[in-house]
């Protein structure tokens, strides 16, 4: 009888049982699970005018930059650093509005009426124009304080 109680019985897990019933856990729970719906508001660019709302839209006030190449000029080595390439007798215009802009002090000029934080501002560059050029204008509307500024691209000629 010393001899039985010596005598250890291997148990076996079942496994299978254990991992059906996860598996039946794992769907109710993705079947009963309910998303949340999106809270807050969803900013769209849809027409004030038109839809359910009979209000008014509010007339916003914006300036619309347009930079574009008056005379091409020619690409010439910088004397300065001979790597780099820079034009030679180039006329670039800013226009905002009706009003037109050789250079950028005179644009700043004309900008620092406007309200800087309930006014969007758009820079749209033309055909030909640089990096450099879009700088130029982008600096005045930092240096003045805009909050909203936004970058149009267009492939008219004009």
Known sequence: MVKDR???EE???????????????LIFFIVTLKFKTLEGRLD?????DRGTSA????????????IKVLKEGQLIPDPENKRLLKFLGRTVSMDVGTQSFRDAKRMKAFLKSFDKEETPVTIDARKGITYGDVVVALDVVI?????????AGSFENE
Do not use: Y
């Open 11 to 25: 148990v076996d897990v079942e496994m299978t049982p254990m991992i059906d019933v996860t598996f039946l856990l």
């Open 6 to 8: 010596d005598k250890f």
């Open 143 to 151: 240096e003045l304080g805009f909050q909203q500024i936004a970058f």
């Open 44 to 48: 769209a660019a849809l027409p004030k």
């Open 55 to 66: 209000s008014k839209a509010e007339e916003v006030e914006k300036v619309d930059i347009v």
